[in-house]
């Protein structure tokens, strides 16, 4: 059976219970498909990056599954009708991974996952006072400032 990565954003009001609860009927739909989920992670309660439906964060949960595409393509419309979930887009994968997913991975400490924007830019040169005062490349020195009277 072919391996799909399907992941839904559920909406912000919803309790975690009840995400588990959508989880569970879409699990409980591929398996009477004759198919089975692998896996699944609860990403948690994260920002989103823009409003979706008047939603300004939302659920996030992904499934590993191992289904025939009629199976998926149930799953998916009885996604489509629910009304709690805000977004969900499915993808054909290889082979399931076993080891956590990189939003797994990477830890939920942080709201959104960012610490100021700066994740993952490692470090950066020419700062001005942030290297230690080194020189600004081609720009030249700045002329000292006066001090005002």
Do not use: C
Request: aromatic share 6%; glycine share 14%.
């Amino acid at each position: 059976m072919p391996f799909y990565e399907h992941v839904f954003l559920a909406r912000q009001d919803l309790t975690t219970a009840q995400v588990e609860t959508l989880t569970e009927g879409f699990t409980k739909v591929l398996v009477e498909g004759k198919g089975q989920v692998a896996g699944s992670e609860y990403w948690g309660l994260r920002t989103l990056a823009y409003r979706i439906a008047k939603n300004r964060k939302a659920h996030y949960v992904m499934l590993n599954i191992d289904a025939p595409a009629s199976a998926v393509a149930e799953m998916e419309r009885q996604v489509g009708l629910n009304e709690d979930i805000i977004r969900s887009m499915t993808i054909r994968v290889d082979a399931l991974s076993a080891e956590p997913s990189a939003m797994t991975r990477r830890g939920g400490d942080r709201e959104g996952g960012r610490e100021g924007g700066r994740e993952g830019r490692g470090d950066r040169e020419g700062r001005g006072d942030r290297d230690g005062g080194a020189p600004r490349g081609d720009r030249g020195e700045r002329p000292r400032r006066e001090p005002r009277a």
